[in-house]
């Protein structure tokens, strides 16, 4: 069942099931994204503020933009993004870390100018294994309006 | 010669080179963190709001983090990124659009617990070819001072 517009409601959370990073791919990603010491060379992480390799931050977005899309917009009718706000990377992320994602409904607004649209703002918290949330995030997005004639 | 928190002051601007996106690399990106119809999938794109496959917008973000990383922190002493406000997606980016990154310093602040690091925020702003903007976003970012003894 597609979850439109009138479907979602502040409050409404909407939880991933969990991703486990791994060194590898923390690597790679910041080798093409984000090559900074600490996140693409073990030995200069040990010496930073961070003690060890972190993620990127982008990587960890990237990722919760993963568990969100695959297992919470494939029942939305989601049209887009148009900004997000009040990212905050809370703690890093380390080797080994299993993420998951809430994503929780704060406001919803019919948009004025299209008819079949409505604006949709979530907040998006990652958390780890021990539920500390390692980044949050507030997103808005486009979302669908049920088209006229459809039913629940 | 490395810019240390010192170094930097509000108005500082820092350009990039060009990145031009290409069409495989945006449904490689998008199939990996984003597999939106619209970013994976032509002939649903060309249904889409947005007309055409469009990069995901974390890619965006991750391709200004590239340019900026390679070509700006590699002369800052920056030691690691502590959050995102008020990022706006101003205009989709399409396949074959060549972006930029200029970053423009907004505030410094020493930090009042770790003498060696101050805060650093910038505006990222992320331009195609006509120098139009197509993301904005601000981020704040510790950065270290001037090691004691180490002149200019």
Same mark, same amino acid.
């Given at each position: 069942m597609t979850r439109y517009f009138e479907d979602l409601e502040p409050g409404d959370v909407f939880e991933t099931s969990g991703y486990t990073v791994k060194k590898n791919e923390i690597i790679e990603f910041a080798e093409q994204f984000d090559p900074q010491p600490f996140h693409v060379d073990e030995a200069a992480?040990?010496? %930073? $503020?961070? +003690?060890? #390799? $972190?993620?990127?931050? $982008?990587? &960890?977005?990237? #990722?919760? %933009?993963?568990? &969100?899309?695959?297992e919470t917009f494939d029942m939305i009718a989601n049209l887009g993004g148009r900004g997000m706000d009040d990212l905050q990377f809370h703690q890093p992320v380390r080797p080994g870390d299993? *993420?998951?994602?809430e994503l929780e409904v /704060?406001?919803?607004?019919? @948009?004025?100018?299209? @008819?079949? =649209? +409505? !604006?949709?703002? !979530?907040?998006? =918290?990652? /958390?780890?294994? %021990?539920?500390?949330?390692? *980044? %949050? #995030?507030?997103?808005e997005t486009i979302v669908r309006r049920r088209p006229e004639g459809q039913t629940e």
């Open positions: 992480a040990e010496d %930073s $503020i961070f +003690g060890g #390799l $972190i993620a990127s931050g $982008i990587h &960890t977005m990237a #990722l919760a %933009s993963k568990l &969100t899309v695959e299993t *993420l998951h994602v /704060l406001e919803t607004t019919p @948009s004025e100018r299209h @008819s079949e =649209r +409505g !604006y949709v703002t !979530y907040e998006q =918290r990652v /958390l780890d294994d %021990s539920d500390a949330v390692v *980044l %949050s #995030l507030r997103m």
